[in-house]
């Protein structure tokens, strides 16, 4: 009991306000209910909605042509992909230095095999130029060491690009990660960019160390263009360093010396090289974000002048989610049709006989969908137990047997069976509770059986219908394991597609757009029952 004054607030039993008292104890009882339901909003959460995020992210993500290949995406933002050319050296020099770093970390497959979705052929072009990109540039390395052996000492270009700090704790076992000097930096920026780039991915891939290890090739290129803009760049530098400099820009401005055309060299490793489409297609898709997956998905692609139809022969993905709405409409309205009858003699049997004949509309539960699937391309095969039961009773001719597998026909048949447990249970359970007194009641007032039927018990029965509809509808739209098995080339899902982009293509960037549009559709459709029908009339029972 609470302390009471005549002016002041009412009391708990422990002085404090009975006000704040309650809203402490109503506080603890929702934290403690939220604690029991924890489990469950956690496992919601880690199985249902991080993954449905994941997929609706992974179809918009795009970071690894420009993560893979920093330097040439963006010497392919100035590119004019519509001069009909290729584009100029800088560009190439930029894939050289980026491909050697990528096939050192043998990521360079992963980034074709992500452009050749846009553009076919573009895998091989990158697997055959990460095998030979670090020959790019040899002709400098020669010329380098040509002129003074340390060129090719390790320890001479760590003193030139290093920085002194990094440099001085180089060469133990936890050595840190390589830091570049700022005079390198100022003085030559693409050798020391090159070198910084060389030295972090040989400590990452190969745990050696810059201070042991001689650079590729495409360094040298690198310095030679340094040297080449900035013959000065020795005096930034001092001792041995700056005289070894020195003579190497005065030794390119020798008509002795020898250069080369990375464009050419990547152009000899491959003639597609030279394609602005190829180009075109790395400008296009260097963003981190893209709605390239989605237009895909669309039968859609990026043309010049903004989004475009897919050439005819290419579009695939409307007829499958087409075929997809039809045919799940269509096992819909089987199960309905074979399932309403089926719960009326279950709701109106006596509940011992009931009970019995439920046993056989839950056997198929019992039974490995795989088995039930494999049981119908027996049944429904040319030479399988339809056909020959026709044959025998003479309906069909020896040899013109039924075609009724590995086409849409036999998709519609095996799911209708497996789904169609899910419609019966709750047109059941809905039946159940419909009073058989309303029917014998719109007899007696000279209804006739259909009148009665159809204006006083099929109303009551819609929740049913429409519980058992929702279920088998989002069901069927996502199966994919029957219509694999059964469907052959005309009877196939677009979930069979995104299977195939996961699990064979690796395209999850596809696989999750076609996923998130199908998952758009399916809202789209609740929208649309919620607003027809009503979804407070669906029951379960």
Not at 65 to 71: K, Y
Not at 132 to 142: H, P
Not at 210 to 225: D, I, N, S
Not at 264 to 281: C, H, L, N, Q
């Amino acid at each position: 009991m609470s302390d009471t004054t005549d002016t002041g607030p009412v009391l708990a039993a422990d002085g404090t306000p009975l006000k704040r008292s309650l809203a402490r104890a109503l506080r603890m009882q929702k934290m403690r209910a939220l604690a029991l339901i924890a489990p469950l909003l956690l496992f919601v959460l880690l199985t249902f909605i991080l993954p449905i995020g994941d997929m609706l992210f992974r179809s918009v993500e795009n970071s690894i042509v420009s993560e893979t290949l920093p330097r040439t995406t963006a010497a392919a933002q100035s590119y004019d992909a519509d001069s009909g050319e290729a584009p100029p050296e800088y560009a190439f020099d930029a894939l050289a230095y980026d491909l050697v770093v990528a096939a050192e970390k043998k990521i360079h497959t992963r980034v074709g095999s992500r452009l050749n979705y846009e553009n076919a052929g573009i895998s091989s072009l990158f697997r055959k130029a990460g095998r030979r990109v670090d020959d790019i540039g040899e002709v400098y390395l020669d010329q380098f060491v040509d002129l003074d052996p340390a060129w090719e000492d390790p320890q001479a270009l760590v003193a030139l690009f290093a920085d002194p700090s990094w440099a001085a704790s180089a060469g133990g076992e936890n050595e840190a990660r390589f830091e570049y000097s700022s005079v390198a930096g100022e003085a030559l920026p693409g050798a020391t960019d090159a070198y910084a780039a060389w030295a972090r991915t040989i400590q990452e891939e190969d745990q050696d160390s810059p201070t042991e290890e001689e650079p590729w090739a495409p360094v040298y290129m690198a310095l030679y263009k340094d040297l080449a803009k900035n013959p000065d760049a020795a005096s930034a530098f001092e001792g041995e360093t700056a005289a070894r400099l020195a003579a190497a820009a005065a030794a390119i401005q020798s008509p002795d010396w020898e250069t080369m055309s990375t464009r050419d060299a990547f152009i000899k490793i491959d003639d597609d090289w030279a394609d602005p489409e190829v180009w075109r297609t790395i400008k296009t898709y260097s963003s981190k974000y893209t709605n390239g997956y989605f237009l895909n998905a669309a039968d859609f692609q990026k043309g010049e002048d903004g989004p475009e139809l897919r050439p005819e022969l290419e579009r695939i993905y409307g007829t499958l989610f087409l075929r997809t709405m039809i045919m799940s409409l269509a096992i819909t309205v089987s199960c309905i049709v074979l399932g309403y009858p089926v719960a009326w003699i279950l709701a109106n049997l006596p509940s011992r006989t009931a009970n019995v004949l439920m046993i056989l509309v839950l056997l198929p539960f019992w039974t490995s969908l795989l088995v039930r699937t494999s049981a119908w391309k027996v049944m429904l095969q040319q030479q399988g137990v339809i056909n020959d039961v026709l044959v025998w009773l003479g309906l069909v001719a020896d040899d013109a047997r039924l075609v009724m597998i590995n086409n849409q026909f036999g998709t519609i048949v095996a799911m209708t069976h497996i789904l169609l447990p899910f419609m019966i249970l709750p047109m059941y359970s809905v039946m159940q509770t419909i009073n058989p007194s309303y029917l014998r009641a719109a007899k007696s007032l000279g209804a006739t059986n259909w009148t009665a039927f159809w204006r006083v018990y099929f109303p009551q029965s819609v929740p049913g219908i429409g519980a058992g509809s929702i279920l088998v509808f989002i069901l069927a739209i996502g199966y994919y394991i029957t219509p694999e098995l059964v469907g052959g080339t005309k009877g196939v899902f677009i979930s069979n597609r995104i299977a195939f982009h996961i699990s064979q293509s690796l395209n999850w960037g596809l696989a999750a757009a076609l996923g998130t549009i199908l998952l758009v559709v399916v809202l789209v459709l609740y929208w649309a029952y919620d607003k027809i029908v009503g979804i407070d009339n669906v029951k379960l029972g």
